[in-house]
């Protein structure tokens, strides 16, 4: 006797999406909001170019060094998908509280090492919540643009970044040369805005932990398609530490998984090298002489941002209706090393409308993120995504902290151009590594029906 089973859509899966977003714009204002104002914090906390990189570094430390006890706690059951956003909310909390008590004084610039790292970690677990909580909570039609709908706040928080601190930080020295000094007394106006800036977010950001501890659960309390409720209602027995290296073992023999991670660490990370040095290459350059390059770059990658958005939601699209991933990921990437090559001709001839057309394009097509996201858990089905995306966060956190140093180390020896030849290089090995990857789904082989029937939403909040 066949059974026949109601898999239910629940409307607040969107108001968790729409707080997952606000998440990702702390992430973004966390990763964008330094390098374009470099030589401020060079000059308010005393240190050098490379020391101040460091503040938007951190951010990818913590996650290096967190990812096996949380892949460990995970696979004991021990964390769950609440207790994750739970974690990352508060650390969002706590890193913008350390960013905004270190911009007290000159002399804590320890504490907004800690709050980056903070900052990353919580961004860290960002990344590797929203694929899970789409897998849980959305059908199959709707896991890719419920992915790009969560990333849509971290390019409103990139470009956020990107173009509010230049404006908000006086400057009187109209030279625009590399190391401009500012006076004490716009050290001190600028002090006091960044304060009032970073505490807004802060404020905002406690709200929405406030507001998950009380409202969000692990999974929904019907499964919304067959694959997860074939999975949720298996049987799990106690976990031991040797299943659990069998597990990762599993993970990391799964060879398409392995380029996947470093796939996606290339090309969410690549971007580190433009925001820590755009900047630098615009003033060293001589690219522009009659505005700040603080504010040219920033506009620059402020329209990276809003492209990056506008790309995100059309590859949502794109996935859900074609389902391609492995010819949409080697298409994206190849476009991502033209529009790099791109960047690096418009810095040869000193264009600026050739760096905001390249931008643009580097933007949408950076998108391709999504892809290799959803491609994960399509990849290791019928594993727990939390696991795989927290191991996925690990790998190319690592890659991004790798970038970032070699990055500024390129700069130094080569200049412009030997910075953006690597930049290219990573994209040519992204990708080979695309090319490599397998094409099975394996949550699109289970046998699925209608899944969804209209009309079956439930009301936003309810019990758990």
Known sequence: MQTNVLFVLYKRRWAFAIGLAILHFFAGISFASYGQISNFYVQFFNRSHAQVDWITNARNISTVFITFPLTWLIFKRSLGLRNLVLINSGCCTSGLLLVVASLTNGSLFSLIFIGQMLCGLSEALTVAVCPTFAALWFPESQVGTAIAFAFFGVYVGDCTGYVLPPYLLPITNRTFVVEERRSLEELTIGQHTLQYMYGSFLAVSAIVTLLFAI??????PTAPTKAQDLKNNKVFETRTIGEFFQLTKKLFTNISYVLTCIAIGLVMQ?????????????????????????????????????????????????????????????????????????????????????????????????????????????????????????????????????????????????????LLSFQSACMVLCILLSCLISPRNRRLEVDSEIENPPGVDTPLITSR
């Open 215 to 220: 409202f969000f659960t692990d999974k929904p």
């Open 270 to 418: 690549l971007v580190i090298l433009e925001n820590l040095l755009l900047s630098e290459i615009i003033a060293k350059s001589h690219i522009t002489h009659k505005t700040d390059p603080n504010i040219v770059s920033g506009r620059i990658m402020g329209v990276f941002s809003v492209f990056g958005l506008v790309g995100a939601m059309t590859v949502g699209k794109i996935i859900d209706r074609f389902k391609r991933y492995t010819i949409l990921a080697i298409g994206a990437t190849t476009c991502l090393l033209l529009t790099t090559i791109g960047i690096a001709l418009s810095v040869i001839y000193k264009s600026v409308v050739g760096l905001y057309i390249t931008n643009v394009l580097f933007g949408f097509f950076n998108a391709s993120e999504v892809v290799f996201l959803e491609m994960a858990s399509q990849l290791t089905y019928p594993i727990d995504e939390t696991l795989v995306n927290t191991w996925l966060t690990g790998i190319q956190t690592t890659v991004g902290l790798l970038l970032g140093v070699f990055g500024r180390l390129f700069f130094s020896l080569w200049g412009s151009l030997g």
